[in-house]
């Protein structure tokens, strides 16, 4: 496959950490993996932090197509900016990185139900790629609404979901004992990994 696109339950769930991290998990398989952030928002650095943390050699505008002016959701973005969301330009800048590399890790914007036009969604979007996704989810309280909603929102669309990485486990809420086993009985989607809480 030539992407993953990495969506989450939430915007802060971790997208740019669990992306940053299996793009360096794929290198250490060998595979030569990158990194793209398609949609961006202002305040909203992630391309700019993960070129600069992975060493990526790929123009910014390649990593981060587009570029949003405001710290707001992208269609709120749009209307505010009156701009238009060229969505050619993200699938032409995928179609060089994924020439250039075995594998492009895509990262989304917030979740899956975000719109990004009038029309189109980041799950639309997902399905234009013709990419599977991984969902980050929240080890705590409320993870399994939330996770249950997106796959629900990704089935719909029937996005092949690869795996669920659940992320920030801290050890001291009770709730995370049971989370990843509910949404693996609910789903049947795979747990990829359980990770902690890092600081
Ligand atoms: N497992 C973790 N341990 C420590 N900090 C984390 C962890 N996951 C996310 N964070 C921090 O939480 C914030 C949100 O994570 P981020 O990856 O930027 O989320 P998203 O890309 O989904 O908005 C960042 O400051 C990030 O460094
Ligand atoms: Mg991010």
């Keep these: 496959m030539p992407g993953i696109f990495i969506t989450a339950t939430d915007t802060?769930?971790?997208?740019?950490?669990?992306?940053?991290?299996?793009?360096?998990?794929?290198?250490?398989?060998?595979?030569?993996a990158g990194y793209m952030k398609?949609?961006?928002?202002?305040?909203?650095?992630?391309?700019?932090?993960?070129?600069?943390?992975?060493?990526?050699?790929?123009q910014l505008a390649l990593i981060n197509p587009i570029s949003l002016p405001y710290p707001l959701s992208p269609l709120a973005t749009v209307r505010k900016a009156k701009i238009k969301i060229d969505l050619k330009k993200i699938k032409r800048a995928f179609t060089v990185l994924s020439k250039k590399?075995?594998?492009?890790?895509?990262?989304?914007?917030?979740?899956?139900l975000v719109p990004i036009?009038?029309?189109?969604?980041?799950?639309d979007l997902i399905k234009q790629l013709k990419i599977p996704t991984i969902i980050v989810a929240r080890a705590s309280l409320g993870t399994i609404n939330h996770t249950l909603l997106t796959v629900e929102a990704l089935r719909k669309r029937?996005?092949?979901?690869?795996?669920?990485?659940?992320?920030?486990?801290?050890?001291?809420e009770l709730s995370e004992d049971d989370n990843a086993d509910i949404i693996f009985e609910q789903t049947k989607i795979p747990i990829l990994a359980k990770v902690p809480w890092l600081i």
């Design 158 to 172: 029937k996005i092949k979901i690869q795996g669920i990485i659940m992320n920030g486990y801290t050890g001291d």
């Design 38 to 58: 398609p949609i961006s928002c202002s305040q909203d650095n992630d391309a700019v932090f993960v070129k600069k943390l992975l060493k990526l050699k790929d």
């Design 101 to 112: 590399y075995d594998l492009v890790v895509v990262e989304g914007v917030g979740g899956a």
């Design 117 to 123: 036009t009038e029309k189109i969604m980041i799950a």
């Design 12 to 32: 802060n769930v971790g997208k740019t950490l669990i992306a940053a991290g299996l793009v360096n998990f794929f290198k250490n398989q060998g595979i030569n």
